[in-house]
């Protein structure tokens, strides 16, 4: 059985850099703070009561100056003399990963883990991730985009969240505030071994019928009727799966089974995870397979043009 350890104490973030022009509210944070793992900038800036909780009031405005920050992430911790693998769940979203002062590997990708094979010295170990602005990097790719193919500036559905792989809502939506945020979003640990799974199996077969003319879903070979809703996250910050209060302290009670069951209830049959968001959370499929819920499953992009440049497509 493949072993590992969870990483996710003794976390620190700081401010790493300096703004020649500040926007408004800019705060210049000192030091290096103690942040929680998994997790976002804002909800660390929260809990050391460097901002107000984006939630209250207007404080989402008061907070802008966060998202053009960059920010680091760091923690020690001891080890035998090993190679391990460096496993990431998620990294939100332009990350440079440092162990032990040297570089090891980047991530461009909030969707997706990172593994990364490393050998770990006796004793304590650092390791540090460094991430850079989301709004300045897409501002930046974007413009060079639209210079490279000569498209006017301020083309319509073609904003700076385009150049970025990382969950659309949060650079504000018409039900949502704008929270680009950064940060470890998901797990990380280090194993024995590169992690593999089983294939997954999958019974029920469902298949969509477009002949004549029809948009005709079969279950099994039978006809059903869809019946359902769009889903969307259940918070602005996707590193938590169930509420939070005002000092950004996670909640043990899941939004997932509540809404899901709340959708059994009113007897919907299939969710439609919206482009927008994230690819949702294991406990998320699973109480959908509990519950007798089919998943209409997005791809990650949602209401805009997107570059079709080979790199975008690598990242």
């Known amino acids: 059985m493949l072993r590992s350890t969870t990483l996710d104490q003794g976390w620190e973030f700081s401010q790493s850099d300096w703004l020649r022009e500040p926007p408004f509210g800019y705060v210049r944070v000192p030091g290096w703070l103690p942040a929680m793992v998994p997790g976002h900038v804002h909800l660390d800036l929260v809990r050391q009561g460097v901002i107000r909780h984006p939630f209250e009031g207007m404080a989402e405005l008061g907070s802008a100056w966060v998202d053009e920050c960059d920010w680091s992430y760091r923690c020690r911790f001891a080890s035998t003399q090993a190679e391990k693998i460096l496993r990431f769940d998620g990294l939100d979203t332009f990350c440079t990963i440092c162990l032990n002062g040297e570089e090891i590997g980047r991530s461009e990708n909030m969707f997706l883990p990172l593994e990364i094979r490393v050998q770990l010295l006796g004793g304590e170990n650092e390791l540090q991730l460094d991430f850079e602005s989301p709004l300045r990097i897409g501002r930046e790719r974007s413009a060079a985009y639209f210079e490279k193919e000569g498209i006017s500036p301020g083309t319509a559905n073609f904003a ?25 979003w998901k797990g990380v640990s280090l194993l024995d071994a590169p992690s593999s799974e089983p294939p997954a199996q999958l019974p029920p077969r469902v298949t969509l019928n477009r002949d004549g003319g029809r948009f005709e879903l079969t279950l099994d070979g039978d006809p059903f009727w869809a019946r359902g809703a769009n889903w969307i996250p259940t918070d602005s910050f996707p590193s938590l799966a169930g509420s939070l209060d005002k000092s950004g302290v996670r909640s043990p009670h899941s939004k997932c089974r509540s809404l899901l069951e709340s959708a059994q209830s009113m007897n919907f049959n299939m969710l439609r995870v919206w482009g927008g968001g994230v690819y949702e959370s294991d406990e998320f499929y699973d109480l959908c397979d509990e519950l007798g819920i089919l998943v209409w499953q997005d791809f990650p992009f949602a209401c805009s043009y997107y570059p079709d440049e080979a790199t975008f497509v690598e990242i």
């Open 160 to 184: 700076e969240r385009a150049f970025v792989r990382k969950a659309q809502y949060m650079f504000g939506w018409d039900w949502g505030p704008r929270l680009a945020s950064c940060g470890i």
